[in-house]
């Protein structure tokens, strides 16, 4: 291993202190630009599942808590479940309850905005049915037939789904000065390229693309809008953007967790499609755009698109040279011995799913002429982070050689997704004393120290850009077809290239052994965490 793996690079706990003094902020929503947002109904189909649990409910109140919705808006729930208003509204309490959000007596006011209607999706009359409550409730809470279709539901019910919700008239493409109708679809936004374009086909069928908000929750994170704001934003650092600068890029996806009780969806899925031909794949091209033309979405995914474009294909003769994938087996996480995939409930005994891939792609263009790019993620790691590290070039004229320094490191630009996030850079500085040494340093901030409060989380901020319309932070049409045609080459070669003896990495550690190879072959290492 060489010098710069070898050392601690612990950044959050020894990192030098800038002299910019932390941001002032009075007020949680005071730093969101426009708090007006119009009057809306949202109908969250799959109420009763683990997303709208987790996620949606919380973030809709967060949301309602810092006074960025509307007085006038309404909440409808609706799944197979036969609950009541009643029923519903007393989960929503203990859900804003198990999640230590602030202000029980908002819960109360908060809930009155809530409604649930139970439906069988395959059923004209029960949508029929929730068209009469919506309409209802636009009277009374004055919600001006703004509407959101939230599909919270398993991928396979979106196409039948918005075909009814259409053949009952709650659907329809945007007519200009008429109340507008949005629709958010999570992921996994089809299961390979095929049945990605049957179901935009669709969907864009009954709604135009304007209406059309495909959520990555990744790109709703503020640090990751923080690349942008980063690069094209500080002189210091977009001039050296480019290949004269930058020897390589890793971008990193960790987590320790295992498939938990997700073994259903993940085991048909696995890493690629789970994280990316979508998370992966926006981080990528997020890092390597151009700056665009404004700071407005079409231009924006344009940008996007083009660096997509120029993704260099994978070589399929020697595609292992690029591409290593990898399952995990049994080990050691926090003291505590975790099963084997394999040996996770709900997983078939013989189960190939990937739960690790790590791969180096190319940028064919000007920017990026040569410049690796090393990308990994998977399951039961050594850490749970998520972290783009930009490495720039060792010196050109290394002046300092003949004094002996038996460390020279490069310069590495780290941009911490989650947790403790935060952008850190590192840099040779002199040890005191008469040896003329030299050590590697940091200097950053993290987020919670500057502004002195929690970022918006990313739910909350998609969900408030849908409301508004503004679609620069969700996935246009285009890439998402060229984000599966992106993974196509590996899925369709999946079975050569994992390994024949499964599980091929002990949980708890960085992965299998091959996936250094790639980089090794370099004569380059990963980021040590």
Not at 337 to 358: C, D, I, M, Q
């Amino acid at each position: 291993m060489n010098s710069a793996a070898m050392r601690s690079r612990k950044r959050d706990d020894a990192l030098i202190k800038t002299t910019i003094a932390p941001l002032k902020i009075k007020a949680h929503e005071e730093h969101y630009g426009d708090k007006t947002s119009p009057p809306f109904g949202i109908v969250i189909f799959g109420a009763s599942g683990d997303l709208t649990h987790r996620k949606l409910l919380p973030a809709l109140y967060d949301l309602y808590y810092a006074k960025l919705l509307p007085n006038e808006f309404f909440i409808i729930g609706s799944a197979r479940t036969r609950w009541s208003d009643k029923v519903f509204r007393q989960r929503v309490l203990n859900i804003l309850k198990e999640k230590n959000k602030p202000d029980p007596w908002l819960h109360q006011k908060f809930v009155e905005h809530i409604y649930y209607r139970s439906a069988e999706y395959s059923s004209p009359e029960a949508l029929r049915s929730l068209g009469i409550l919506m309409k209802e409730l636009d009277v009374k809470h004055k919600s001006q037939e703004n509407v959101i279709f939230y599909f919270a539901t398993p991928s396979d019910i979106y196409c039948a789904l918005i075909q009814k919700l259409a053949k009952v008239g709650l659907a329809k493409k945007a007519k200009e000065g008429h109340p507008w109708v949005h629709a958010v679809f999570e992921k996994p936004f089809g299961h390979d390229l095929e049945s990605a374009r049957k179901l935009d086909k669709i969907i864009l069928s009954v709604l135009d693309e304007s209406q059309v908000y495909r959520i990555d929750h990744y790109l709703g994170k503020e640090t990751v809008q923080n690349v942008l704001m980063l690069r094209f934003a500080n002189t210091i650092f977009e001039p050296l953007w480019n290949h004269k600068y930058i020897d390589h890029v890793q971008i990193t996806a960790s987590e320790t967790l295992g498939v938990e009780k997700r073994a259903g969806y993940y085991d048909k899925a696995g890493v690629l499609r789970d994280m990316f031909q979508n998370h992966m794949f926006q981080l990528l091209t997020l890092v390597a755009m151009e700056a665009p033309h404004k700071f407005e979405a079409k231009e924006y995914h344009n940008e996007k698109l083009k660096v997509a474009q120029a993704i260099r294909p994978f070589p399929k003769d020697k595609l292992g040279d690029y591409v290593v994938l990898g399952q995990y087996g049994e080990g050691v996480m926090n003291g505590k011995k975790v099963p084997a995939y394999r040996k996770e409930e709900g997983v078939p005994l013989h189960s190939k799913t990937e739960t690790f891939a790590a791969m180096k792609i190319f940028i064919d263009n000007a920017r990026w002429k040569n410049v690796p790019f090393y990308l990994r993620s998977g399951k039961r790691l050594n850490h749970s982070l998520t972290e783009i590290a930009i490495h720039f070039k060792k010196a050109a004229y290394p002046i300092f050689t003949h004094l002996k320094i038996d460390r020279y490191d490069p310069n590495v630009l780290s941009m911490r997704i989650q947790p403790n996030e935060g952008i850190f850079l590192s840099f040779e500085a002199k040890c005191p004393g008469p040896k003329l040494s030299l050590a590697s340093f940091n200097l950053g901030f993290n987020y919670k120290d500057a502004f002195k409060t929690q970022p918006m989380g990313p739910y909350e901020r998609l969900i408030l850009d849908c409301i508004k319309g503004d679609q620069m932070l969700f996935v246009r049409e285009d890439m998402v077809e060229i984000s599966w045609k992106f993974v196509s080459t590996i899925l369709k070669n999946r079975a050569q290239l994992l390994p024949r003896v499964l599980p091929n990495y002990k949980s708890g550690s960085w992965g299998p052994e091959e996936a250094n190879r790639i980089i090794h072959q370099d004569g380059r290492f990963w980021q040590d965490f």
